[in-house]
């Protein structure tokens, strides 16, 4: 079992960054390739990027890629989300989860493990 624990979410204005944080406990850290996602009123939770176990290799949605950073520590057992250049449309309800499957991870069925959420507001 892996317990999550997102922080860092908040309202911003469009242009603005945000750093998350997502805690993990439990099993070995390094041992999962780590997602963030996220999902809007309405919407379906949607991918928005992926680390490998090392954190050597990363993969983004296409929305997402050139203004978001995934990272981790699996010294510290925590990933982070680095959201530069936000925009209105990126308003929603971010999730990180664990993946116990697949080495490369990218849909939500394919992730076994998921924080609360935090709440991401870009003003315009």
């Known amino acids: 079992q892996v317990q999550l624990v997102e922080s860092g979410g908040g309202l911003v204005q469009a242009g603005g960054s945000l750093r998350l944080s997502c805690a993990a406990s439990?099993?070995?850290?390094?041992?999962?390739?780590m997602g963030w996602f996220r999902q809007a009123p309405g919407k379906e939770r949607e991918f928005v990027a992926r680390i490998a176990r090392s954190g050597r290799g990363t993969y983004y949605a296409d929305s997402t890629r050139g203004r978001f950073t995934i990272s981790r520590d699996n010294a510290k057992n925590t990933v982070y989300l680095q959201m530069n250049s936000l925009k209105p449309e990126d308003t929603a309800v971010y999730y990180c989860?664990?993946?116990?499957?697949?080495?490369?991870?990218?849909?939500?069925?394919?992730?076994?493990?998921w924080g609360q959420g935090t709440q991401v507001t870009v003003s315009s």
């Open positions: 989860a664990a993946s116990s499957g697949p080495i490369y991870p990218v849909t939500p069925g394919e992730f076994d493990y």
């Open positions: 439990g099993r070995t850290f390094s041992n999962y390739p």
